[in-house]
């Protein structure tokens, strides 16, 4: 208890020490002219990386040190190598955190390079991720690497049984069917909703013709599409059709059959076929339900992007440039089943030749990035989460909990 | 030459520990309390210029953060579950294994210690799986006897008691040890002499023992007051203080506050406040504190 208990003072000595050493470097420790350039890449696929930049180390004569970060140590990471000021070179940024840290001045802005680079231009890379799509405050400070989206998990034998043909393409249908299968019995239900995950509310909005950003830029939650997804994510838990329990698990909750249908990435289809190989035809993907106006879902990758202070850029681009090429995002996709960002590379016929894919693929179509709040994760994201679970978990008063979102989330803006 | 040294020699023997001290208790401190004035955040972090001064506008933002207040409430429940819950267990724990030394019974000190000294990380996935609503042992002990699951971590307010017994689990060994040799020191003769005058053991135990084990009780009641009130570890752990910041601490507050959001001076002014009412309790311990009981 005693040891992390120091919390309470461990921020502000962070903070003093962080002040202390930024005040001693400059350069930043890990970027020394002749030596390797140092990536962070994103969770557990440090090993497949290295193995991706190999032909590009042996080509440039320049040697790659790859660093694999925890998702959930990122924030941590990130607040020590900005107070020390010393970082990699080159970093994977999912785009829920790019905001984060772009603010925090990470990033270096690419706009005068992009154009000695014309493979990292935007045209090159799907729609809606990349230039202007993803810039903060204007400036360019990342581009796209992989891609990653939201379709419909369902156990088609579970919904055959129960009469259902076809997995729901729309909302309503949606919530029918999970009625349809909570009804199987005592313990049983019919779609599965993350507790932790924010950016479903906005997708569901998205679908109903809405945003959560308003003309002006500022977060705006009071709209009628708004409160239809929030009628839409709080009628699956009144009917019963969502498990409540905080610690669900979503793959044994889909191969078990207690949960039949969710919307997840496809890191799922790989759960399910490397822990249940034998329901291999059993399940399928589907695009994303539709709401009241359109089917919509969620661009979910990660950018690639430079240190600010790094004294590799030329380097560092080169490496992005290499790693944009379709075949390289295609070689990335074999070896860590990420998908490809480079339009060529997902129009790439051998790759979309798996009906899975094709799915996905089809689905990016209508994928969108969640809009660039500040600290969407532990602000807006919270403050949501909060409000729609206390309402559906907690039995909260509908119209309290949405005017404490509305209030709390007021003043914040995209721009 | 010899005054001099007997003047300067006590000097000595402290200097490292308050050295120690100060570089890692009183300047953090003192920098959590300039900070709180600021408005700190990360950009400040990566260059001093981006920080400004912001008078006492933290302390009025903490103090109608309805946030801050759960997280207060919070702790002030687990205080009041969890103090005299582990003062209580390790008490009688540590009565029950001093009646006999053993074997046995020097096997099961050992064995009421572990709890203590095993990492909280393994203690947190072990009892995550227990609580497990889907397919913890807890549940499953349930469904034997034909009882619905139960929804340990999940309930807000079941998650507090759930969070908190893991910490008393946690929590007691250290104090069993520390009254175990409280109780060594307890005089057999005081002992002897009331069996001889035929008082039971219960009497013996409730007039002799617990009168002389006065200083440790309080030892023990201080220490782990202000352990409680910096409560982290757990509810980090096990349901990063959720569901709905149930068991959000006033500890897990002040760190997301800090690392997750980036708010450094708003943090530190938290941090001020948690400092000032952990000094207040324990002032008040102190003052409250009667003169032990001398035989």
């Given at each position: 208890?005693?040891?992390?208990?120091?919390?309470?003072?461990?921020?502000?000595?962070?903070?003093?020490?962080?002040?202390?050493?930024?005040?001693?470097?400059?350069?930043?420790?890990?970027?020394?002219?002749?030596?390797?350039?140092?990536?962070?890449?994103?969770?557990?696929?440090?090993?497949?990386?290295?193995?991706?930049?190999?032909?590009?180390?042996?080509?440039?004569?320049?040697?790659?040190?790859?660093?694999?970060?925890?998702?959930?140590?990122?924030?941590?990471?990130?607040?020590?190598?900005?107070?020390?000021?010393?970082?990699?070179?080159?970093?994977?940024?999912?785009?829920?955190?790019?905001?984060?840290?772009?603010?925090?001045?990470?990033?270096?802005?690419?706009?005068?390079?992009?154009?000695?680079?014309?493979?990292?231009?935007?045209?090159?890379?799907?729609?809606?991720?990349?230039?202007?799509?993803?810039?903060?405050?204007?400036?360019?400070?990342?581009?796209?690497?992989?891609?990653?989206?939201?379709?419909?998990?369902?156990?088609?034998?579970?919904?055959?049984?129960?009469?259902?043909?076809?997995?729901?393409?729309?909302?309503?249908?949606?919530?029918?069917?999970?009625?349809?299968?909570?009804?199987?019995?005592?313990?049983?239900?019919?779609?599965?909703?993350?507790?932790?995950?924010?950016?479903?509310?906005?997708?569901?909005?998205?679908?109903?013709?809405?945003?959560?950003?308003?003309?002006?830029?500022?977060?705006?939650?009071?709209?009628?599409?708004?409160?239809?997804?929030?009628?839409?994510?709080?009628?699956?838990?009144?009917?019963?059709?969502?498990?409540?329990?905080?610690?669900?698990?979503?793959?044994?909750?889909?191969?078990?059959?207690?949960?039949?249908?969710?919307?997840?990435?496809?890191?799922?289809?790989?759960?399910?076929?490397?822990?249940?190989?034998?329901?291999?035809?059993?399940?399928?993907?589907?695009?994303?339900?539709?709401?009241?106006?359109?089917?919509?879902?969620?661009?979910?990758?990660?950018?690639?992007?430079?240190?600010?202070?790094?004294?590799?850029?030329?380097?560092?681009?080169?490496?992005?440039?290499?790693?944009?090429?379709?075949?390289?995002?295609?070689?990335?996709?074999?070896?860590?089943?990420?998908?490809?960002?480079?339009?060529?590379?997902?129009?790439?016929?051998?790759?979309?030749?798996?009906?899975?894919?094709?799915?996905?693929?089809?689905?990016?179509?209508?994928?969108?990035?969640?809009?660039?709040?500040?600290?969407?994760?532990?602000?807006?994201?919270?403050?949501?989460?909060?409000?729609?679970?206390?309402?559906?978990?907690?039995?909260?008063?509908?119209?309290?909990?949405?005017?404490?979102?509305?209030?709390?989330?007021?003043?914040?803006?995209?721009? | 030459?010899?005054?001099?040294?007997?003047?300067?020699?006590?000097?000595?023997?402290?200097?490292?520990?308050?050295?120690?001290?100060?570089?890692?208790?009183?300047?953090?401190?003192?920098?959590?309390?300039?900070?709180?004035?600021?408005?700190?955040?990360?950009?400040?972090?990566?260059?001093?210029?981006?920080?400004?001064?912001?008078?006492?506008?933290?302390?009025?933002?903490?103090?109608?953060?309805?946030?801050?207040?759960?997280?207060?409430?919070?702790?002030?429940?687990?205080?009041?579950?969890?103090?005299?819950?582990?003062?209580?267990?390790?008490?009688?724990?540590?009565?029950?294994?001093?009646?006999?030394?053993?074997?046995?019974?020097?096997a099961l000190r050992s064995f009421y210690f572990i709890p203590a000294i095993t990492g909280i990380v393994a203690i947190a996935l072990v009892w995550g799986y227990l609580y497990n609503t889907q397919f913890g042992l807890f549940n499953w002990?349930?469904?034997?006897?034909?009882?619905?699951?139960?929804?340990?971590?999940?309930?807000?307010?079941?998650?507090?008691?759930?969070?908190?017994?893991?910490?008393?689990?946690?929590?007691?060994?250290?104090?069993?040890?520390?009254?175990?040799?409280?109780?060594?020191?307890?005089?057999?003769?005081?002992?002897?002499?009331?069996?001889?005058?035929?008082?039971?053991?219960?009497?013996?135990?409730?007039?002799?023992?617990?009168?002389?084990?006065?200083?440790?009780?309080?030892?023990?009641?201080?220490?782990?007051?202000?352990?409680?009130?910096?409560?982290?570890?757990?509810?980090?752990?096990?349901?990063?203080?959720?569901?709905?910041?149930?068991?959000?601490?006033?500890?897990?507050?002040?760190?997301?506050?800090?690392?997750?959001?980036?708010?450094?001076?708003?943090?530190?002014?938290?941090?001020?406040?948690?400092?000032?009412?952990?000094?207040?309790?324990?002032?008040?311990?102190?003052?409250?504190?009667?003169?032990?009981?001398?035989?």
């Amino acid at each position: 208890m005693k040891s992390y208990a120091k919390a309470a003072i461990a921020a502000a000595t962070v903070a003093a020490l962080g002040l202390a050493v930024s005040g001693c470097t400059s350069g930043g420790g890990a970027t020394a002219d002749d030596g390797p350039l140092t990536v962070w890449i994103m969770g557990d696929s440090g090993a497949n990386f290295e193995q991706l930049v190999a032909p590009w180390v042996e080509e440039s004569g320049t040697e790659v040190e790859v660093v694999a970060i925890p998702w959930d140590g990122i924030d941590e990471r990130l607040t020590t190598a900005v107070a020390s000021g010393s970082g990699p070179d080159v970093l994977q940024v999912g785009l829920s955190k790019l905001r984060t840290f772009a603010d925090a001045g990470a990033l270096l802005a690419l706009d005068d390079h992009l154009d000695d680079h014309p493979e990292l231009a935007a045209e090159n890379f799907a729609a809606g991720i990349a230039g202007e799509a993803s810039a903060v405050a204007g400036e360019i400070v990342s581009v796209p690497w992989v891609s990653d989206t939201r379709v419909l998990f369902t156990r088609t034998d579970i919904l055959a049984e129960n009469g259902i043909d076809a997995p729901p393409a729309t909302w309503e249908e949606l919530r029918a069917d999970a009625k349809t299968l909570a009804g199987r019995g005592e313990g049983q239900y019919g779609y599965y909703i993350p507790q932790w995950d924010s950016p479903l509310p906005v997708v569901m909005t998205w679908s109903n013709g809405g945003d959560i950003i308003d003309a002006d830029g500022n977060v705006d939650f009071d709209t009628p599409e708004f409160n239809e997804a929030v009628d839409l994510y709080t009628g699956l838990y009144a009917d019963g059709s969502v498990p409540t329990n905080g610690d669900f698990d979503q793959t044994q909750g889909f191969i078990s059959g207690v949960a039949p249908m969710l919307i997840s990435g496809p890191y799922l289809s790989k759960s399910i076929a490397d822990s249940a190989p034998e329901l291999e035809g059993k399940w399928n993907v589907s695009m994303a339900p539709e709401g009241s106006a359109s089917a919509a879902s969620l661009f979910a990758g990660s950018n690639l992007a430079v240190w600010h202070n790094s004294t590799r850029v030329d380097d560092s681009l080169d490496l992005l440039e290499y790693l944009s090429e379709p075949e390289t995002q295609l070689e990335w996709y074999a070896i860590n089943g990420e998908l490809p960002t480079n339009v060529d590379a997902l129009a790439d016929e051998e790759f979309l030749s798996d009906p899975l894919v094709q799915v996905y693929a089809d689905q990016l179509g209508d994928a969108r990035i969640l809009p660039l709040v500040p600290n969407w994760d532990g602000g807006v994201g919270a403050d949501l989460l909060t409000a729609l679970n206390s309402i559906a978990l907690n039995g909260e008063d509908r119209d309290t909990a949405l005017q404490a979102l509305f209030d709390k989330t007021a003043e914040i803006s995209i721009n | 030459m010899s005054t001099a040294t007997t003047k300067v020699t006590p000097y000595v023997f402290v200097t490292p520990a308050m050295l120690l001290l100060i570089a890692f208790g009183v300047l953090p401190l003192a920098v959590a309390l300039v900070v709180s004035f600021t408005d700190m955040d990360i950009s400040g972090l990566a260059n001093w210029g981006n920080v400004e001064f912001a008078g006492v506008d933290n302390y009025q933002r903490l103090f109608t953060d309805p946030d801050f207040w759960q997280a207060f409430g919070n702790t002030a429940f687990f205080v009041l579950i969890g103090v005299p819950s582990v003062v209580l267990v390790s008490l009688a724990v540590a009565l029950l294994l001093a009646r006999s030394n053993s074997r046995f019974y020097r096997a099961l000190r050992s064995f009421y210690f572990i709890p203590a000294i095993t990492g909280i990380v393994a203690i947190a996935l072990v009892w995550g799986y227990l609580y497990n609503t889907q397919f913890g042992l807890f549940n499953w002990l349930l469904s034997l006897v034909g009882m619905p699951p139960v929804q340990w971590l999940s309930d807000p307010l079941l998650a507090k008691f759930s969070v908190a017994f893991v910490a008393i689990w946690r929590g007691t060994g250290l104090n069993i040890i520390i009254f175990l040799a409280a109780l060594q020191g307890v005089p057999k003769e005081y002992t002897e002499a009331a069996a001889l005058d035929g008082a039971s053991s219960w009497r013996t135990t409730r007039s002799i023992v617990i009168p002389l084990l006065r200083f440790a009780i309080f030892f023990v009641t201080v220490t782990t007051m202000i352990a409680w009130l910096q409560f982290f570890d757990e509810p980090f752990v096990l349901t990063d203080g959720g569901p709905l910041g149930a068991t959000t601490s006033m500890s897990i507050f002040l760190y997301k506050e800090g690392f997750r959001l980036n708010q450094f001076g708003y943090a530190s002014a938290g941090s001020v406040v948690l400092f000032v009412v952990i000094a207040l309790v324990t002032v008040l311990q102190l003052k409250l504190r009667r003169p032990d009981v001398e035989y």
